[in-house]
Structure formats: structure tokens, C-alpha cells
């Protein structure tokens, strides 16, 4: 298990191919644990997560994003859902339209540096038709899936990280004293 946060942050990166070796559940709970702690407006936590196991389900959600095989090979696809009404309750429209979704994402960042904490791999998709999803998962309508987090143990082990072309600082970073 790696703990220190900056090599976690340096060594997240999207993993597509699996072993087929199942997470352990408690790791799968602790990785969610992670999720559950990430900060959201006003406290409201308008998220909901379903864990997907069953083979013809992951099969389904593979279908919905838009054929990504990898979603129904990994062992586990956490599918991450937003309850809009939960933060416009509290925030009107903002709340719905925005706070749900950052909220959402918060999570879904805590659970991939998790996922590398424990020596796994995953991938945040957001590529998929969220109709299609919330049918596969017979969903109400008042959820939206926003996320689908396949993970596992990756099939080989990762490369060395490609020195990534980030744009520069000057470009992406305005000071204000």
C-alpha cells in the first residue's frame, strides 16, 4: 500500500487493462470510505454509489459507454450517481446544476487516489449515454449517473509515467496580490 499523497498524485493515471482477480471487499469498502469523505457544498453529500460485480450488468454498462470493453473486464465498476434535488433543496438551481456535480467528482477523486493507495488501477469514465445507464441500473429518475469507475489489478505492471505536456504555469495560473 502506498501512503505517501504526492507519489499517489504522481502515479494515478487511467488503467483499461484488467486481471480478472477479484478486489477484495474490504478493500472495495475502504476505497469507498475514501469516497464518502470528500467535501461537499453545504454538507448536502448528494451523491449515491452502486457496486457493480455481476458480469452481464458490467456487460450492459459497457454497452452504455459507448462499447469501452474495459468497463465489463474490470472486477469492479463503481457507478457514482448525483441527487440534483439533494443540493437544490439547499441551493436552487446552482445547487442541481453545479454543487451536485462538484460534489460527485470530489468523491470520484478521493476513490482514484485510493485506488492507487492499494495498488489497483481504475479509470474515471464519463463517456457513456446516462439514459442507457440509468436503465441498466433501473435507476429512479431523480438520479443521475455521472461516473463509472471500473477497478482492478492492472494486467501488467504500469510503465514508468510519461513525462506529461502540461501547459505552463504562466498560462494557467494568475496571481492576484
Known amino acids: 500500500m502506498t501512503t505517501d499523497l504526492f507519489e499517489v498524485i504522481r502515479e494515478r493515471r487511467s488503467e483499461r487493462h484488467f486481471k480478472p482477480d477479484p ?20 454538507n448536502m453529500q448528494p451523491w449515491q454509489f452502486i457496486i457493480v460485480k455481476r458480469p452481464e450488468l458490467k456487460a450492459n454498462l459497457a ?29 436552487g438551481s446552482r445547487g442541481s446544476d453545479l454543487y451536485c456535480i462538484q460534489d460527485t467528482a470530489a468523491a470520484v477523486q478521493n476513490m482514484l487516489l485510493a485506488v ?8 474515471w469514465v464519463g463517456a457513456f449515454d446516462e439514459q442507457a445507464a440509468g436503465r441498466v441500473l433501473e435507476l429512479p429518475g431523480h438520479l443521475r449517473p455521472v461516473a ?16 506529461r505536456q502540461e501547459r505552463p504555469w504562466e498560462e494557467v495560473v494568475t496571481i492576484v496580490e
Request: glycine share 12%; proline share 12%; aromatic share 6%.
Open 23 to 42: 478486489v477484495p471487499d474490504e478493500t472495495v469498502r475502504r476505497i469507498m470510505e475514501c469516497g464518502l469523505k470528500a467535501p461537499s457544498a453545504g
Open 63 to 91: 454497452e452504455a459507454a459507448h462499447g469501452q470493453k474495459f468497463v465489463q473486464d474490470a472486477p469492479v465498476v463503481i457507478v457514482v450517481l448525483a441527487d440534483p434535488g439533494r443540493s437544490a433543496g439547499r441551493y
Open 116 to 123: 492507487v493507495g492499494f495498488g489497483l488501477g481504475a479509470c
Open 148 to 163: 463509472m469507475i471500473p477497478i482492478g489489478y492492472p494486467k501488467e505492471r504500469p510503465m514508468p509515467r510519461r513525462p
